[in-house]
Protein backbone atom coordinates (compact mmCIF):
# COMPACT_ATOMS: atom_id res chain seq x y z
CA UNK A 1 0.00 0.00 0.00
CA UNK A 2 1.37 3.31 -0.86
CA UNK A 3 1.15 5.72 1.97
CA UNK A 4 -1.20 8.52 0.87
CA UNK A 5 -1.97 11.89 3.16
CA UNK A 6 -3.50 14.87 2.83
CA UNK A 7 -3.78 18.64 3.75
CA UNK A 8 -6.74 20.41 3.40
CA UNK A 9 -6.66 24.35 4.27
CA UNK A 10 -9.42 25.92 3.37
CA UNK A 11 -8.22 28.84 1.09
CA UNK A 12 -10.19 31.78 2.82
CA UNK A 13 -7.02 33.06 4.68
CA UNK A 14 -3.58 33.17 4.51
CA UNK A 15 -1.83 29.94 6.39
CA UNK A 16 -0.77 30.48 10.28
CA UNK A 17 2.08 28.44 12.17
CA UNK A 18 -1.07 25.96 13.66
CA UNK A 19 -1.37 25.48 9.82
CA UNK A 20 2.04 24.84 9.49
CA UNK A 21 2.12 21.74 12.69
CA UNK A 22 -0.25 19.44 10.50
CA UNK A 23 1.14 20.29 6.91
CA UNK A 24 4.49 19.35 8.21
CA UNK A 25 3.39 16.08 9.95
CA UNK A 26 1.69 15.08 7.30
CA UNK A 27 4.24 16.17 5.11
CA UNK A 28 7.17 14.48 7.06
CA UNK A 29 4.99 11.44 7.87
CA UNK A 30 4.72 10.61 4.17
CA UNK A 31 8.07 11.63 2.74
CA UNK A 32 9.86 9.47 5.39
CA UNK A 33 7.75 6.30 3.98
CA UNK A 34 7.98 6.70 0.61
CA UNK A 35 4.59 7.97 0.25
CA UNK A 36 2.24 10.85 -1.70
CA UNK A 37 1.44 14.69 -0.01
CA UNK A 38 -1.68 15.76 -1.93
CA UNK A 39 -2.85 19.55 -1.05
CA UNK A 40 -6.49 19.60 -1.53
CA UNK A 41 -8.57 22.81 -0.81
CA UNK A 42 -11.58 23.12 1.61
CA UNK A 43 -13.02 25.68 -1.14
CA UNK A 44 -16.74 24.25 -0.69
CA UNK A 45 -17.24 27.66 0.97
CA UNK A 46 -18.15 29.83 -2.00
CA UNK A 47 -18.32 33.23 -0.30
CA UNK A 48 -15.04 32.97 1.53
CA UNK A 49 -12.77 30.64 -0.70
CA UNK A 50 -10.56 33.16 -2.52
CA UNK A 51 -8.30 32.02 -5.13
CA UNK A 52 -5.77 34.12 -4.24
CA UNK A 53 -5.44 32.58 -0.77
CA UNK A 54 -5.24 29.22 -2.70
CA UNK A 55 -2.17 30.46 -4.91
CA UNK A 56 -0.69 31.77 -1.27
CA UNK A 57 -1.14 28.63 0.36
CA UNK A 58 0.92 26.31 -2.57
CA UNK A 59 3.62 29.22 -2.17
CA UNK A 60 3.94 29.44 1.00
CA UNK A 61 4.45 25.56 1.22
CA UNK A 62 6.48 25.56 -1.14
CA UNK A 63 8.33 28.27 0.73
CA UNK A 64 8.91 25.45 3.64
CA UNK A 65 10.54 22.83 1.05
CA UNK A 66 6.94 20.98 1.24
CA UNK A 67 6.20 20.23 -2.60
CA UNK A 68 2.52 18.76 -3.06
CA UNK A 69 2.20 15.28 -5.39
CA UNK A 70 -1.08 16.22 -6.46
CA UNK A 71 -3.44 19.40 -5.80
CA UNK A 72 -7.05 19.27 -5.98
CA UNK A 73 -9.94 21.70 -5.40
CA UNK A 74 -13.09 20.41 -3.83
CA UNK A 75 -14.92 23.02 -6.24
CA UNK A 76 -14.07 20.70 -8.56
CA UNK A 77 -15.40 17.92 -7.29
CA UNK A 78 -18.78 18.82 -6.78
CA UNK A 79 -20.57 15.97 -8.60
CA UNK A 80 -18.98 13.59 -6.68
CA UNK A 81 -20.11 15.10 -3.63
CA UNK A 82 -23.60 15.03 -5.50
CA UNK A 83 -23.83 11.61 -5.82
CA UNK A 84 -22.40 10.23 -2.35
CA UNK A 85 -25.32 12.51 -0.99
CA UNK A 86 -28.19 10.75 -3.37
CA UNK A 87 -26.68 7.43 -2.17
CA UNK A 88 -27.25 8.20 1.30
CA UNK A 89 -30.64 9.91 0.87
CA UNK A 90 -31.54 6.72 -0.98
CA UNK A 91 -30.91 4.25 1.74
CA UNK A 92 -32.20 6.68 4.09
CA UNK A 93 -29.38 7.74 6.07
CA UNK A 94 -29.33 11.64 5.05
CA UNK A 95 -32.61 13.68 5.95
CA UNK A 96 -34.56 16.96 5.92
CA UNK A 97 -34.44 18.81 8.70
CA UNK A 98 -36.61 22.30 8.61
CA UNK A 99 -35.73 23.79 12.35
CA UNK A 100 -33.87 27.55 11.93
CA UNK A 101 -31.17 28.24 14.48
CA UNK A 102 -32.96 29.46 17.27
CA UNK A 103 -35.55 26.56 16.89
CA UNK A 104 -32.42 24.51 17.55
CA UNK A 105 -31.49 26.41 20.63
CA UNK A 106 -34.46 26.29 22.33
CA UNK A 107 -35.21 22.29 21.74
CA UNK A 108 -31.53 22.22 23.19
CA UNK A 109 -32.70 24.12 26.01
CA UNK A 110 -35.55 22.00 26.50
CA UNK A 111 -33.43 18.72 26.52
CA UNK A 112 -31.37 20.42 29.45
CA UNK A 113 -34.18 21.15 31.37
CA UNK A 114 -35.12 17.50 31.26
CA UNK A 115 -31.94 16.23 31.84
CA UNK A 116 -31.04 15.04 28.43
CA UNK A 117 -27.90 15.64 26.35
CA UNK A 118 -28.38 18.62 24.79
CA UNK A 119 -28.31 16.87 21.16
CA UNK A 120 -30.37 16.82 18.07
CA UNK A 121 -34.07 15.00 19.20
CA UNK A 122 -34.49 13.67 15.40
CA UNK A 123 -37.64 15.86 15.37
CA UNK A 124 -37.35 15.70 11.57
CA UNK A 125 -37.57 12.47 11.09
CA UNK A 126 -41.46 12.39 12.75
CA UNK A 127 -42.17 15.08 10.05
CA UNK A 128 -45.21 13.70 7.83
CA UNK A 129 -45.42 14.09 3.67
CA UNK A 130 -48.20 16.82 4.72
CA UNK A 131 -45.62 18.52 7.14
CA UNK A 132 -43.01 18.36 4.56
CA UNK A 133 -45.40 20.10 2.15
CA UNK A 134 -46.75 22.62 4.14
CA UNK A 135 -43.37 24.07 5.02
CA UNK A 136 -42.20 23.76 1.40
CA UNK A 137 -45.10 26.14 0.94
CA UNK A 138 -43.63 28.20 4.18
CA UNK A 139 -40.26 28.75 1.13
CA UNK A 140 -38.48 26.94 3.92
CA UNK A 141 -35.52 25.37 2.47
CA UNK A 142 -34.40 22.17 4.46
CA UNK A 143 -30.67 21.28 5.81
CA UNK A 144 -29.70 17.71 5.62
CA UNK A 145 -28.54 15.31 8.52
CA UNK A 146 -27.10 12.43 8.45
CA UNK A 147 -28.66 9.38 10.53
CA UNK A 148 -26.03 8.01 12.76
CA UNK A 149 -26.35 4.13 13.40
CA UNK A 150 -26.26 4.53 17.13
CA UNK A 151 -30.15 2.78 17.70
CA UNK A 152 -31.20 -0.70 17.10
CA UNK A 153 -35.22 -0.63 16.24
CA UNK A 154 -36.06 2.76 17.14
CA UNK A 155 -34.43 6.10 16.12
CA UNK A 156 -35.92 8.10 18.46
CA UNK A 157 -34.58 5.42 21.16
CA UNK A 158 -30.09 5.99 20.68
CA UNK A 159 -27.96 3.74 22.45
CA UNK A 160 -24.49 3.35 23.37
CA UNK A 161 -22.56 2.77 20.08
CA UNK A 162 -18.90 2.91 19.95
CA UNK A 163 -16.62 3.69 17.62
CA UNK A 164 -13.22 2.49 18.15
CA UNK A 165 -10.06 3.01 16.58
CA UNK A 166 -6.08 3.01 16.59
CA UNK A 167 -4.84 6.43 16.55
CA UNK A 168 -1.72 6.63 14.99
CA UNK A 169 -0.66 9.35 17.72
CA UNK A 170 -2.87 8.16 20.68
CA UNK A 171 -3.39 4.58 20.89
CA UNK A 172 -6.60 3.32 21.32
CA UNK A 173 -9.36 6.03 20.84
CA UNK A 174 -13.38 5.29 21.69
CA UNK A 175 -15.93 7.46 20.68
CA UNK A 176 -19.54 6.88 21.59
CA UNK A 177 -21.93 7.79 18.52
CA UNK A 178 -25.44 8.20 20.76
CA UNK A 179 -23.61 10.68 23.08
CA UNK A 180 -23.99 12.93 19.37
CA UNK A 181 -26.43 15.08 17.15
CA UNK A 182 -26.67 13.58 13.86
CA UNK A 183 -24.54 15.75 11.85
CA UNK A 184 -25.68 18.45 9.14
CA UNK A 185 -23.83 17.72 5.82
CA UNK A 186 -25.73 19.67 3.43
CA UNK A 187 -26.44 23.51 4.02
CA UNK A 188 -30.33 25.04 2.88
CA UNK A 189 -28.63 27.08 0.12
CA UNK A 190 -26.86 23.17 -0.98
CA UNK A 191 -23.78 23.30 -0.53
CA UNK A 192 -21.61 21.10 1.58
CA UNK A 193 -19.84 21.29 4.90
CA UNK A 194 -16.75 20.23 5.65
CA UNK A 195 -17.50 16.54 6.63
CA UNK A 196 -19.08 14.82 3.24
CA UNK A 197 -16.93 16.16 0.49
CA UNK A 198 -13.94 15.33 2.84
CA UNK A 199 -15.32 11.52 3.61
CA UNK A 200 -15.60 11.18 -0.26
CA UNK A 201 -12.59 12.52 -1.34
CA UNK A 202 -10.62 10.62 1.41
CA UNK A 203 -12.43 7.54 -0.01
CA UNK A 204 -12.09 8.37 -3.73
CA UNK A 205 -8.38 9.50 -3.35
CA UNK A 206 -7.36 6.50 -1.45
CA UNK A 207 -5.80 8.78 1.21
CA UNK A 208 -4.38 6.04 3.88
CA UNK A 209 -3.51 8.31 6.71
CA UNK A 210 -5.60 11.10 8.19
CA UNK A 211 -3.60 13.06 10.35
CA UNK A 212 -4.59 15.95 11.81
CA UNK A 213 -4.75 18.12 15.37
CA UNK A 214 -7.02 16.74 18.07
CA UNK A 215 -9.57 18.59 17.86
CA UNK A 216 -11.44 16.47 14.89
CA UNK A 217 -11.37 13.21 17.38
CA UNK A 218 -14.66 13.81 17.77
CA UNK A 219 -15.26 14.11 14.33
CA UNK A 220 -13.34 10.89 13.53
CA UNK A 221 -16.27 8.96 15.25
CA UNK A 222 -18.72 10.23 12.78
CA UNK A 223 -16.82 10.04 9.56
CA UNK A 224 -15.86 6.53 10.02
CA UNK A 225 -19.94 5.85 10.40
CA UNK A 226 -20.04 8.00 6.98
CA UNK A 227 -17.31 5.92 5.51
CA UNK A 228 -18.77 2.49 6.47
CA UNK A 229 -22.48 3.45 4.85
CA UNK A 230 -20.36 4.74 1.70
CA UNK A 231 -18.87 1.82 1.57
CA UNK A 232 -15.35 3.12 2.02
CA UNK A 233 -12.55 1.28 4.12
CA UNK A 234 -11.94 4.48 6.79
CA UNK A 235 -8.28 5.52 6.26
CA UNK A 236 -5.90 5.58 9.58
CA UNK A 237 -6.06 8.19 11.81
CA UNK A 238 -3.82 9.88 13.97
CA UNK A 239 -4.42 12.89 16.28
CA UNK A 240 -1.86 15.39 17.59
CA UNK A 241 -1.98 18.21 20.11
CA UNK A 242 -3.01 21.82 19.36
CA UNK A 243 -0.90 24.63 19.61
CA UNK A 244 -1.84 27.98 21.41
CA UNK A 245 -1.03 31.18 22.13
CA UNK A 246 0.85 32.11 25.69
CA UNK A 247 -2.14 32.89 27.29
CA UNK A 248 -4.17 29.64 25.71
CA UNK A 249 -5.89 31.01 22.93
CA UNK A 250 -5.70 28.87 19.67
CA UNK A 251 -4.58 30.21 16.39
CA UNK A 252 -6.10 31.82 13.39
CA UNK A 253 -6.01 33.17 10.69
CA UNK A 254 -7.33 35.98 12.15
CA UNK A 255 -3.59 36.17 14.05
CA UNK A 256 -2.36 37.44 11.29
CA UNK A 257 1.05 37.95 12.56
CA UNK A 258 1.83 34.88 12.77
CA UNK A 259 0.95 33.88 9.10
CA UNK A 260 3.80 32.21 7.36
CA UNK A 261 3.66 35.05 4.84
CA UNK A 262 3.81 37.74 7.40
CA UNK A 263 6.77 35.98 9.07
CA UNK A 264 8.29 35.46 5.60
CA UNK A 265 7.74 39.03 4.93
CA UNK A 266 9.65 39.88 8.37
CA UNK A 267 12.78 38.07 7.44
CA UNK A 268 12.45 34.77 9.11
CA UNK A 269 14.42 31.56 7.50
CA UNK A 270 12.01 28.59 6.55
CA UNK A 271 13.69 25.78 9.12
CA UNK A 272 12.96 28.12 12.03
CA UNK A 273 9.52 27.88 11.75
CA UNK A 274 8.92 25.10 10.42
CA UNK A 275 11.14 23.63 13.61
CA UNK A 276 9.35 25.74 16.05
CA UNK A 277 6.03 24.27 14.13
CA UNK A 278 6.54 20.63 14.87
CA UNK A 279 9.27 20.19 18.01
CA UNK A 280 6.49 22.62 20.03
CA UNK A 281 4.60 19.76 22.54
CA UNK A 282 7.16 16.90 21.52
CA UNK A 283 9.69 15.35 23.44
CA UNK A 284 13.37 16.99 23.65
CA UNK A 285 14.99 20.17 23.32
CA UNK A 286 13.52 22.72 20.42
CA UNK A 287 16.41 23.92 18.47
CA UNK A 288 17.10 24.98 14.78
CA UNK A 289 17.00 21.56 12.53
CA UNK A 290 19.04 22.31 9.22
CA UNK A 291 16.40 21.03 6.66
CA UNK A 292 13.51 19.03 7.09
CA UNK A 293 15.07 15.46 6.48
CA UNK A 294 16.69 16.20 9.93
CA UNK A 295 13.40 17.41 11.53
CA UNK A 296 11.72 14.56 10.26
CA UNK A 297 14.24 12.44 12.20
CA UNK A 298 13.52 14.09 15.51
CA UNK A 299 9.41 13.35 14.95
CA UNK A 300 8.13 10.26 17.03
CA UNK A 301 4.28 10.44 17.57
CA UNK A 302 4.43 8.55 21.09
CA UNK A 303 6.55 11.78 22.18
CA UNK A 304 3.48 13.78 21.32
CA UNK A 305 2.38 15.86 24.29
CA UNK A 306 -1.64 15.30 25.36
CA UNK A 307 -2.09 18.32 25.87
CA UNK A 308 -2.03 21.75 23.80
CA UNK A 309 1.75 23.29 23.32
CA UNK A 310 2.23 26.84 23.76
CA UNK A 311 3.45 28.23 20.82
CA UNK A 312 6.14 31.28 21.82
CA UNK A 313 7.20 33.60 19.10
CA UNK A 314 10.05 35.03 20.93
CA UNK A 315 11.26 31.26 20.22
CA UNK A 316 11.11 32.49 16.38
CA UNK A 317 14.08 34.84 16.79
CA UNK A 318 16.31 32.32 18.60
CA UNK A 319 15.64 29.53 16.21
CA UNK A 320 16.22 31.83 13.43
CA UNK A 321 19.62 33.41 14.70
CA UNK A 322 20.62 29.81 15.04
CA UNK A 323 20.38 29.13 11.46
CA UNK A 324 21.67 32.36 10.02
CA UNK A 325 24.60 31.84 12.59
CA UNK A 326 25.41 28.70 10.68
CA UNK A 327 24.65 29.94 7.16
CA UNK A 328 26.82 29.38 4.35
CA UNK A 329 27.76 32.53 2.35
CA UNK A 330 25.87 30.95 -0.84
CA UNK A 331 22.52 30.55 1.00
CA UNK A 332 22.70 34.24 1.66
CA UNK A 333 24.43 35.60 -1.48
CA UNK A 334 21.24 36.48 -3.59
CA UNK A 335 20.47 38.90 -0.39
CA UNK A 336 23.68 40.09 0.44
CA UNK A 337 23.81 41.08 -3.11
CA UNK A 338 20.43 43.39 -2.89
CA UNK A 339 21.97 45.12 0.17
CA UNK A 340 24.79 46.18 -1.73
CA UNK A 341 27.28 43.68 -0.42
CA UNK A 342 29.84 43.74 -3.97
CA UNK A 343 30.24 39.29 -4.50
CA UNK A 344 34.15 40.10 -3.27
CA UNK A 345 34.81 40.37 -0.63
CA UNK A 346 31.24 38.98 -0.10
CA UNK A 347 31.45 35.98 1.41
CA UNK A 348 34.56 37.37 4.36
CA UNK A 349 31.98 40.29 5.23
CA UNK A 350 29.32 37.86 5.54
CA UNK A 351 31.44 35.59 7.86
CA UNK A 352 32.39 38.70 9.86
CA UNK A 353 28.63 39.92 10.51
CA UNK A 354 26.54 36.41 10.61
CA UNK A 355 26.73 36.18 14.41
CA UNK A 356 25.63 39.16 14.74
CA UNK A 357 22.47 38.93 12.75
CA UNK A 358 18.97 37.24 14.19
CA UNK A 359 17.88 38.01 10.58
CA UNK A 360 20.14 38.04 7.21
CA UNK A 361 18.47 41.45 7.08
CA UNK A 362 20.26 42.73 9.57
CA UNK A 363 23.42 42.62 7.51
CA UNK A 364 22.40 45.52 5.99
CA UNK A 365 23.27 47.26 8.94
CA UNK A 366 27.04 46.87 8.69
CA UNK A 367 26.99 47.47 4.72
CA UNK A 368 27.22 51.35 5.44
CA UNK A 369 29.91 50.52 8.25
CA UNK A 370 32.36 48.17 5.94
CA UNK A 371 31.61 49.75 2.66
CA UNK A 372 30.29 53.37 3.09
CA UNK A 373 31.13 56.34 5.49
CA UNK A 374 29.30 56.66 8.30
CA UNK A 375 26.50 58.83 9.09
CA UNK A 376 27.30 59.73 12.42
CA UNK A 377 30.70 59.92 14.13
CA UNK A 378 30.61 59.91 17.80
CA UNK A 379 32.22 62.40 20.34
CA UNK A 380 35.47 61.58 22.27
CA UNK A 381 36.46 63.93 25.45
CA UNK A 382 40.12 65.03 24.99
CA UNK A 383 41.71 62.11 26.44
CA UNK A 384 39.86 59.67 24.68
CA UNK A 385 40.80 62.14 21.38
CA UNK A 386 44.53 62.17 21.60
CA UNK A 387 44.69 58.34 22.61
CA UNK A 388 42.52 58.05 18.83
CA UNK A 389 45.19 60.90 17.75
CA UNK A 390 48.33 58.65 18.22
CA UNK A 391 46.69 55.36 17.26
CA UNK A 392 45.56 56.72 13.95
CA UNK A 393 48.81 58.02 13.06
CA UNK A 394 50.47 54.10 13.87
CA UNK A 395 48.07 52.63 11.33
CA UNK A 396 50.11 49.95 9.02
CA UNK A 397 49.87 50.48 5.43
CA UNK A 398 47.72 48.60 3.48
CA UNK A 399 46.55 45.73 2.01
CA UNK A 400 44.70 44.53 5.19
CA UNK A 401 44.57 41.10 6.52
CA UNK A 402 42.77 39.52 9.55
CA UNK A 403 46.43 40.05 11.48
CA UNK A 404 46.42 43.66 10.88
CA UNK A 405 44.06 44.70 14.11
CA UNK A 406 46.36 43.08 15.99
CA UNK A 407 49.84 44.69 14.39
CA UNK A 408 47.89 48.22 15.16
CA UNK A 409 46.91 47.60 18.32
CA UNK A 410 50.00 46.07 19.89
CA UNK A 411 51.95 48.72 18.55
CA UNK A 412 48.90 51.43 19.75
CA UNK A 413 49.51 49.81 23.31
CA UNK A 414 53.17 50.15 23.41
CA UNK A 415 52.94 53.64 22.75
CA UNK A 416 49.97 54.60 24.86
CA UNK A 417 49.97 52.35 27.47
CA UNK A 418 46.54 51.53 27.30
CA UNK A 419 44.79 48.11 27.66
CA UNK A 420 41.63 46.04 27.28
CA UNK A 421 38.36 48.23 27.05
CA UNK A 422 40.41 51.73 27.48
CA UNK A 423 41.91 50.62 24.29
CA UNK A 424 39.42 48.96 22.30
CA UNK A 425 36.51 50.62 22.67
CA UNK A 426 37.79 54.07 21.41
CA UNK A 427 39.17 52.34 18.58
CA UNK A 428 35.85 50.34 17.80
CA UNK A 429 33.75 53.71 18.31
CA UNK A 430 35.95 55.51 16.04
CA UNK A 431 36.14 52.85 13.31
CA UNK A 432 32.19 51.96 13.40
CA UNK A 433 30.28 54.24 15.57
CA UNK A 434 28.75 51.74 17.46
CA UNK A 435 29.91 49.97 21.11
CA UNK A 436 29.52 46.84 20.00
CA UNK A 437 29.39 44.36 16.71
CA UNK A 438 32.08 41.75 14.98
CA UNK A 439 35.46 41.09 15.71
CA UNK A 440 37.07 44.55 14.89
CA UNK A 441 39.97 41.84 13.20
CA UNK A 442 37.60 41.08 10.72
CA UNK A 443 36.03 44.69 10.11
CA UNK A 444 39.35 46.38 10.14
CA UNK A 445 40.57 43.40 7.16
CA UNK A 446 37.07 45.00 5.57
CA UNK A 447 37.24 48.34 6.03
CA UNK A 448 40.38 49.03 4.54
CA UNK A 449 43.04 51.79 5.18
CA UNK A 450 41.66 54.29 3.25
CA UNK A 451 38.50 54.15 4.76
CA UNK A 452 39.49 53.54 8.37
CA UNK A 453 42.03 56.78 7.89
CA UNK A 454 38.83 59.21 6.86
CA UNK A 455 36.97 58.16 10.29
CA UNK A 456 39.89 59.65 11.99
CA UNK A 457 38.39 61.72 14.37
Known amino acids: MTITVRFAPSPTGYLHIGNL ?18 LRYDDTDRERSKPEYATAILEDLRWIGIEPAEVVAQSDRIALYDAASLR ?23 RKMRGLPPIYG ?13 LEAEGRRPHWRFRLPNFADDPFAPERTEIHWDDVVRG ?30 DGEMAISHVLRGDDHITNTGVQIAIFQALGYAPPAFGHFNLLTTIDGEGL ?3 SGALSL ?19 TGLAGAIEAMPDLAALGERVDFATVSASSSKFDPAELARLNAELVHAMPYAAAAERLSAMGVPEEPGEAFWLAVRKNCVRVRDAADWVPIVFGD ?32 K ?10 GRKGKALFMPLRLALTGLDHGPELADLLALIGRDRALARRP
Open 252 to 254: SKR
Open 407 to 416: AWTDGVKMAT
Open 122 to 134: REALRLTPDDLAR
Open 88 to 110: LRDAGLLYACFETADELERARAR
Open 374 to 405: LSERPSFDSEDRAFLETAFDLLPPGPYDRATW
Open 21 to 38: RPALFNWLFATSRGGRFV
Open 261 to 279: RMLREDGYEPMALASLAVL
Open 172 to 201: RQTVDLASLSDPVLVREDGSYLYTLPSVVD
